[in-house]
């Protein structure tokens, strides 16, 4: 049973920044698409980034290009999200996810982490 669990939510201020961690067992991590959703109270899930099994592709959702960066690190079985320039906007429960290919849709991704909460705040 393949198991993701986020870590480095909280709270930050308009402007600075985060890093999300999602750590990945029970399965080949490197064999899987990884990936990172959002979703805000009220809201819909929104795709923010995902990256393929070897790295090379890397897809960012329009609201987050230039400001977010995903990464991973197969030796650690663990998937980053390096949020800079953080806006109130950007407050959401961020979701890590896995799959087969690379998508930007979260139909494609099997596999779900619990969450960790976001909130941009002064």
């Known amino acids: 049973q393949v198991q993701l669990v986020e870590s480095g939510g909280g709270l930050v201020q308009p402007g600075g920044s985060l890093r999300l961690s999602c750590g990945v067992s029970?399965?080949?991590?490197?064999?899987?698409?990884m990936g990172w959703f959002r979703q805000a109270p009220g809201k819909e899930r929104e795709f923010v980034a995902a990256?393929?099994?070897?790295?090379?592709?890397?897809y960012y959702g329009n609201s987050v290009k230039g400001r977010f960066t995903i990464s991973r690190d197969n030796g650690k079985s663990t998937v980053y999200l390096q949020m800079n320039s953080l806006k109130p906007e950007d407050s959401a429960v961020y979701y890590c996810?896995?799959?087969?290919?690379?998508?930007?849709?979260?139909?494609?991704?099997?596999?779900w982490g619990q969450g960790t909460q976001v909130v941009v705040s002064s």
């Open positions: 996810a896995a799959a087969l290919l690379v998508a930007t849709t979260s139909q494609s991704f099997g596999y």
């Open positions: 029970g399965g080949t991590f490197s064999s899987y698409a």
């Open positions: 990256m393929s099994q070897g790295g090379r592709t890397i």
